[in-house]
T-cell receptor
Framework: QKEVEQDPGPLSVPEGAIVSLNCTYSNSAFQYFMWYRQYSRKGPELLMYTYSSGNKEDGRFTAQVDKSSKYISLFIRDSQPSDSATYLCAMSLYSSASKIIFGSGTRLSIRP | DGGITQSPKYLFRKEGQNVTLSCEQNLNHDAMYWYRQDPGQGLRLIYYSQIVNDFQKGDIAEGYSVSREKKESFPLTVTSAQKNPTAFYLC??????????????FGAGTRLSVL
């Protein structure tokens, strides 16, 4: 069993829809949770960074962490074609240069 | 412009050949990392370094080697012992220190193929 599980998709939604991306994990000790966005043939870029349980909002993006269920989510409101990318969840035990475990990524396509 | 530069963008390797991927950063980060990305498998850690002249193996170090002679540079050599080297290779860096967030910044990647 992988430490972090993520549905690979592809997920295709119409422009303007709310998108929900999810990951589950097995190690209850994870404390730091991240979402990265990766455009085709590019390196990942950080979208959201959260510590422990709760919600964090940044513009059209909301990250949600439920440690009791070992489940994290990324919501994208008013989705745009420019949001079409692969989204990788990631998590680590500690802050500052500790090992990060990445999900395999979900490929998202927003139809105009 | 601060960032991480990986070169070349595309690289081809012949059988039995060693090839070296370059990674340079001007973010003044202490830690640097190399990942391999295969379709459907996410990022897998090859090697990482938290300080000059020191590095540790990641999860899939066999067939790879690194050096860290300068803070800004962390080249990766894919040796002939790596039998399946075709993949997208990503270099990253991060700040080290108390209170620093564990955020890794990535380069644009090098796509390695076998001829």
């Amino acid at each position: 069993q992988k430490e972090v599980e993520q549905d690979p998709g592809p997920l295709s939604v119409p422009e303007g829809a709310i998108v929900s991306l999810n990951c589950t994990y097995s190690n209850s000790a994870f404390q730091y949770f991240m979402w990265y966005r990766q455009y085709s043939r590019k390196g990942p870029e950080l979208l959201m960074y959260t510590y422990s349980s709760g919600n964090k909002e940044d513009g059209r993006f909301t990250a949600q962490v439920d440690k009791s269920s070992k489940y994290i989510s990324l919501f994208i409101r008013d989705s745009q074609p420019s949001d079409s990318a692969t989204y990788l969840c990631a998590m680590s035990l500690y802050s500052s240069a500790s090992k990060i475990i990445f999900g395999s990524g979900t490929r998202l396509s927003i139809r105009p | 412009d601060g960032g991480i530069t990986q070169s070349p963008k595309y690289l081809f390797r012949k059988e039995g050949q060693n090839v070296t991927l370059s990674c340079e950063q001007n973010l003044n980060h202490d830690a640097m990392y190399w990942y391999r990305q295969d379709p459907g498998q996410g990022l897998r850690l090859i090697y990482y370094s938290q300080i000059v002249n020191d590095f540790q193996k990641g999860d899939i170090a066999e067939g790879y080697s690194v050096s860290r002679e300068k803070k800004e540079s962390f080249p990766l050599t894919v040796t002939s012992a790596q039998k399946n080297p075709t993949a997208f290779y990503l270099c990253a860096s991060s700040i080290v220190g108390q209170g620093a967030k564990n955020i890794q910044y990535f380069g644009a990647g090098t796509r390695l193929s076998v001829l």
